[in-house]
């Protein structure tokens, strides 16, 4: 059974940092490309950042891009997100996701969601 959990969330002042962590179950992790998504209220779930299964290549929403860094540990089945000079409108639940193969289907799994607040 595929479990994604997150955690390090928190309140932050603007300009802090945060590093959010998901540990994976259920599949293996090392195979597959991780993502982070993010969903602020009243606003549909947006994609910030990817990296694939080695780590070797990332990706990041142009409004996180210099400040974000996704990387992960295949021994610890584990992505991060370390989110630095973070803003206020930073603030949304932080998901991670995966794209799993269960048999000949493509599945989505998320995780259950880390609440990130930035505020002065």
């Known amino acids: 059974q595929v479990q994604l959990v997150e955690s390090g969330g928190g309140s932050v002042q603007p300009g802090e940092s945060l590093r959010l962590s998901c540990v994976a179950s259920g599949f293996t992790f090392s195979t597959y490309g991780m993502n982070w998504y993010r969903q602020a209220p009243g606003k549909k779930r947006e994609l910030v950042a990817t990296?694939?299964?080695?780590?070797?290549?990332?990706n990041y929403a142009d409004s996180v891009k210099g400040r974000f860094i996704i990387s992960r540990d295949n021994a610890k089945s584990t992505v991060y997100l370390q989110m630095n000079s973070l803003q206020p409108d930073d603030t949304a639940v932080y998901y991670c996701?995966?794209?799993?193969?269960?048999?000949?289907?493509?599945?989505?799994?998320w995780g259950q969601g880390t609440q990130v607040t930035v505020s002065s």
């Open positions: 996701n995966s794209k799993v193969w269960q048999g000949l289907t493509l599945r989505d799994y």
């Open positions: 990296i694939t299964n080695t780590g070797g290549s990332t």
